[in-house]
C-alpha cells in the first residue's frame, strides 16, 4: 500500500485499499452508517474498484469509496469519517483527493447521491462545486441507458438527492460557481 501526502492538508496521509485488504476499515463505517446505508456500504467496500483512507497521526480516520462506470464518469460512493474526527476537514480532503484522481484518469464528470436529510455532506459536496440534478436531466445529458447503468450502480433511493460536478479538462478544480455552471452547460448535449 502507498502513502501519499495530501498537500492540502498537512500531515494527513491518504492511502489506496486494493479489494480484499478493507476489512480493517468496516469500523469506520459502523460510525458513519445505520441500516440499509450501512448494509450497502460494507458491501460497497468489498465491490467498488477504489477505496482511499485518510489518516491522521498513523491511524485511519475516513474513507472514500469511487468507481467509474463507464469511462467519463466517475462516481462518489460514499465518504466517510469516524465520529471523533469530524468537523476537521477530512470529508472535504478526501473529496478534493477524489476529483484529483478522477481528473488524472481522464473522467469528465463526478456524480454522487446523498441522504436529502444529511445536510453535512450536502454542504460539502455543494462548497466543492457540484449542483443537484434529477434524473430527467442526467438522461438528457447522457442518455437514457448511461443514465440507468449510472443510477443502478449508485443504488440511488427516492429520498437521496443526486449531485453532479463537471470537470475542467484540465483537471484543476473552479475559481468560481459561475465557472462551475458555465462548464456544466458547456457539457450537456442540447
Do not use: C
Not at 491518504?14 to 448494509?39: D, K, M, Q
Not at 466543492?128 to 430527467?136: N, P
Amino acid at each position: 500500500m502507498t502513502e501519499q501526502r495530501d498537500s492540502s492538508l498537512p500531515g494527513f496521509k491518504l492511502s489506496p485499499h486494493p479489494a480484499g485488504e478493507r476489512e480493517h476499515l468496516l469500523p469506520i463505517l459502523r460510525e458513519s452508517f445505520t441500516g440499509a446505508y450501512l448494509w450497502h456500504a460494507r458491501k460497497a467496500l468489498r465491490a467498488v474498484p477504489i477505496v482511499h483512507s485518510v489518516a491522521v497521526e498513523g491511524k485511519i480516520q475516513g474513507l472514500v469509496m469511487l468507481s467509474r462506470p463507464v469511462p467519463e464518469i466517475g462516481l462518489v460512493y460514499y465518504i466517510a469519517v469516524a465520529r471523533g474526527a469530524r468537523r476537521r476537514g477530512l470529508g472535504g480532503a478526501l473529496l478534493d483527493a477524489s476529483l484529483r484522481l478522477f481528473g488524472d484518469m481522464g473522467v469528465r464528470e463526478v456524480v454522487a447521491s446523498i441522504e436529502r436529510e444529511n445536510t453535512p455532506s450536502l454542504g460539502l459536496f455543494l462548497s466543492r462545486h457540484f449542483v443537484k440534478t434529477g434524473i430527467r436531466e442526467l438522461a438528457r445529458i447522457h442518455g437514457l441507458l448511461k443514465t440507468l447503468r449510472i443510477l443502478a450502480r449508485m443504488l440511488v433511493v427516492p429520498h437521496e438527492v443526486v449531485m453532479r460536478r463537471v470537470l475542467l479538462a484540465d483537471s484543476r478544480p473552479f475559481s468560481t460557481l459561475q465557472e462551475a455552471k458555465g462548464a456544466m452547460y458547456r457539457s450537456m448535449k442540447i
